[in-house]
């Protein structure tokens, strides 16, 4: 936790954070000191590979992920040969799969999921002239970055929309798995909607699984029944948005623009964009420019963003989500500034003070307003 005196220090402390180009570089903090010197270049064509933990489907965080391996061949014709595999579990299928892929030649390698990251150090090892970059962990070594989002500052915003639509004062929330970036997810949102409606709650049902079609709709519906009128998710599939739609519920998406899976009670939906950055880290590896770093991106960079916001939401809302929306780029406005309550009485963030990333990187606790259990 960091504590500022004044407003222009919040500011000063806020700004460094999303500053130095398309992903910055993240904080200062022990887990992301590593920084190893510059590779030589690779010669032109050269092979990418990515590894992704769901079908790509047509809509969420994998899919999300092909958009920019596709625009990262775009990009760089002729420089550049990717390809994918999908459908890889966490676990020893995925040092299998990891390895067969460096063996192949792929001289970098972008692990998309969080239950990736062991495997990715372990398979880095054996291959010290090789480059890997692994979505949403910490762990780095010599020939392994890490990258990620402040998707929590687009979780807020969301907040705000869902703060003045729903009416019952329940929200539901379908989430994966308990981890920090799930959990500042939650929090963020639920801290945008209170601060909208205090008397609102939100109901987490966990499924346990990035991708489980079938569970992400039964907590959906459940949720539904617990009085909920208003649901969002983090899951990896459309099936959430889906599944509320039929049963005539607002919805707030994520990861893709889910507006096409709920055509009459979509509300919003937070997207992410990796294109940019999958390119950029290309280029620095045929350049000979590719180093090791814990990079970050956000609102500021157009890697989160919120698209096809509802005309049902009203115009004051969508002007006040705008306004939020540019203090958060310009680094005047932080999601986690205090005073901040957990949902066990404790006060977690004192007044005046914000997380800086390597708290928000051990976030293990929910905000007061959300009913559920990690």
């Given at each position: 936790m960091t504590g500022t005196g004044s407003q222009e220090g919040r500011r000063r402390f806020l700004a460094a954070g999303v500053a130095g180009g398309t992903f910055a570089l993240a904080g200062t903090a022990p887990r992301q000191r590593l920084l190893a010197a510059p590779r030589q270049p690779v010669e032109a064509p050269v092979d990418v590979c990515f590894v992704?933990?769901?079908?790509?489907?047509?809509?969420?965080?994998?899919?999300?992920?092909?958009?920019?391996?596709?625009?990262?061949?775009k990009a760089l014709p002729g420089q550049v040969r990717s390809r994918y595999v999908e459908k890889i579990p966490e676990g020893p299928d995925a040092d299998r799969v990891i390895r067969d892929l460096a063996t192949q030649g792929c001289k970098l390698t972008f692990a998309t999921s969080f239950g990736?990251?062991?495997?990715?150090?372990?398979?880095a090892r054996a291959f010290p002239d090789q480059a890997f970059e692994h979505a949403?962990?910490?762990k780095m070594a010599d020939n392994v970055s890490v990258y990620n989002a402040r998707f929590y500052e687009g979780r807020y915003l969301a907040g705000l929309i869902a703060g003045q639509m729903c009416r019952s004062h329940i929200i539901g929330y379908v989430a994966a798995m308990p981890i920090p970036e799930v959990l500042q997810g939650i929090n963020a949102f639920t801290i945008g909607a209170r601060s909208i409606d205090p008397r609102i709650h939100v109901r987490v049902i966990w499924t346990n699984a990035w991708y489980d079609p079938g569970r992400e709709r039964e907590a959906a519906l459940t949720l539904i029944d617990q009085k909920a009128d208003l649901v969002t998710h983090h899951t990896d599939s459309p099936t959430v948005v889906q599944a509320v739609e039929e049963r005539g519920v607002q919805s707030i998406g994520y990861h893709s623009n889910m507006s096409r899976f709920a055509p009459k009670h979509h509300l919003v939906s937070v997207t992410h964009h990796w294109g940019d950055y999958y390119t950029a880290r290309v280029k620095a590896l045929l350049a000979g420019n590719w180093t090791v770093g814990n990079?970050?991106?956000?609102?500021?960079?157009?890697?989160?963003?919120?698209?096809?916001?509802?005309?049902?939401?009203?115009?004051?809302?969508?002007?006040?989500?705008a306004r939020r929306t540019r203090e958060i780029a310009e680094g005047k406005r932080h999601p986690f500034i205090g005073p901040v309550v957990?949902?066990?009485?404790?006060?977690?963030?004192?007044?005046?003070?914000?997380?800086?990333?390597?708290?928000?990187?051990?976030?293990?606790?929910?905000?007061?307003g959300v009913v559920g259990k990690i």
């Open positions: 992704y933990v769901s079908p790509i489907g047509n809509g969420g965080w994998t899919y999300q992920h092909e958009l920019g391996r596709l625009a990262l061949d990736y990251m062991d495997s990715v150090i372990r398979v949403s962990g910490y990079r970050m991106g956000g609102i500021a960079t157009g890697s989160v963003r919120l698209e096809a916001i509802s005309p049902k939401v009203p115009q004051q809302t969508q002007q006040l989500v957990s949902s066990d009485g404790r006060t977690r963030i004192a007044a005046e003070a914000i997380l800086d990333d390597d708290a928000l990187g051990k976030m293990d606790w929910l905000v007061e």
